[in-house]
Each structure stands twice: as C-alpha cells, then as structure tokens.
C-alpha cells in the first residue's frame, strides 16, 4: 500500500536553532517527492521538488534530501525564524500517473519560540 | 499570492443549507483540483477538472457538486452537508495534470457544519 509518513508529528525549537523534518514513503513506482509548506488557515506552498536522480536541494533556508534506495527524505530549516512556523507536509508522486494521484503526509507542525 | 484566489474564507452553514465555494486561478492553468483539508489527516483529493472535463472523482457523496464553466473557474457545491464535512477546503491548478506538474493552492475555504 503506497504511503507517506512523517516524523515527528509536532516540534518545538528557539528562535536561531536548525531542525530536520523526516519523510518515509513507501510509494512504488516512484516519480518525484514535494515538499510543501501551509501557514494556519493558508493554503500550501510548494518549497521543493526533487526526481529519482536528484539527493538534495536547497530553497534560502530550506534544505531537502533524498535517499531512493531507502525511500527517506528530510527537510532542514537552518537558523530557524518565527515565520518558520507552520505545517510542513511531504508529498509524493507515483511514476506514470497525473497529479490525481499524490499520497500526501499528515504534516509535522513546527513552531518556533523566540 | 499563489494566483489562485478562493472565496469565502470562512463559512458557517447549517446542514440544510446551500452554499457555493468559489475558485478562480490567473495563471493559465487548464486543470484545477479540489482538495478536502481535515484536522491531523492527509489531504484528500476530491475531484480533479483537465480541460474542463471531470477526471477524478475519488467517491466523493453526492452532497458536494462540482462545476466547472471554464479552465479559470471551479466551483462546489454544497447541500445537506454533515458535521463531519467541517473541514479546510482547498482549491488547486496545474499546467497539466503530468506527475512533474507543480500544484497552485489556493487559501481555502474553512467551513463549520452545524
């Protein structure tokens, strides 16, 4: 059964400090894992996008990893802000199919306390 | 701004009643997605428009109806909703509905059922 969990569910850190979200998949055949970023009461915002070939990328703050052999991502936030708050949801997509079918994480809800 | 606008913000309905979410994208996107939001669970694709055809419907109750008029516009629906519908309701596009195609959301719209 294709899935996406995310670890942790929640995370507490000061104002300045790093953290790295995890993401484990299960989804096979695998095309391309999303990372996306929803304010409370916003939609989501897409932060990266990373295929097979790719192992990282890097948006401002905001570093992905891929690992396809052991089918892991993980999202580091260097020096974190307070506008860094927020759910952070990882997303992949299968090869071979359309956007309608995305398995989404339930989200790790990351607050920062100045 | 994501470019993809999304009215009411919030809505307060009873379950008799009828009421419309609106969606509306300005990037020239020919497919859009509606998405059910609820607390602590994945996002769920509800319905997927490419061209102004409906291509998914993911057994979604007959309560919530989808239209789209053209590829700038999406609407749902809604009638005899439950309480159990109180949920994020987020609109998307894409340019093609491909797995490498980027997902546009909306802000969506917070709806309480009472």
């Known amino acids: 059964k294709n899935q996406v969990e995310q670890s942790p569910q929640s995370l507490i850190i000061l104002e300045g400090k790093n953290c790295t979200l995890q993401c484990n998949y299960t989804v096979s055949p695998f095309s391309n894992l999303r990372w996306y970023k929803q304010d409370t009461g916003r939609g989501p915002v897409s932060l990266t996008i990373m295929t097979f070939s790719e192992n990282t990328k890097s948006n401002g703050r905001y570093t992905a990893t891929l690992d396809a052999d052991t089918k892991q991502s993980s999202l580091h936030i260097t020096a974190s802000q307070l506008s860094d708050s927020a759910s952070y949801i990882c997303v992949v997509s299968e090869r071979g199919s359309t956007l309608g079918r995305l398995y989404f994480g339930r989200g790790t809800q990351l607050t920062v306390w100045p | 701004e994501t470019g993809v606008t999304q009215t009411p913000r919030h809505l307060v309905m009873g379950m008799t009643n009828k009421k419309s979410l609106k969606c509306e994208q300005h990037?020239?996107?020919?497919?859009m997605y509606w998405y059910k939001q609820s607390a602590k669970k994945p996002l769920e694709l509800m319905f997927v428009?490419?061209?102004?055809?409906?291509?998914e419907n993911n057994s979604v109750p007959s309560r919530f109806s989808p239209e789209c008029p053209n590829s700038s516009h999406l609407f749902l629906h809604l009638h005899t909703l439950q309480p159990e519908d109180s949920a994020l309701y987020l609109c998307?596009?894409?340019?093609?509905?491909?797995?490498?195609?980027?997902?546009?959301f909306g802000s969506g719209t917070q709806l309480s059922v009472l």
């Open positions: 428009y490419s061209l102004e055809e409906r291509v």
């Open positions: 998307a596009s894409s340019q093609g509905t491909s797995e490498n195609e980027k997902l546009f």
């Open positions: 990037l020239g996107h020919n497919a």
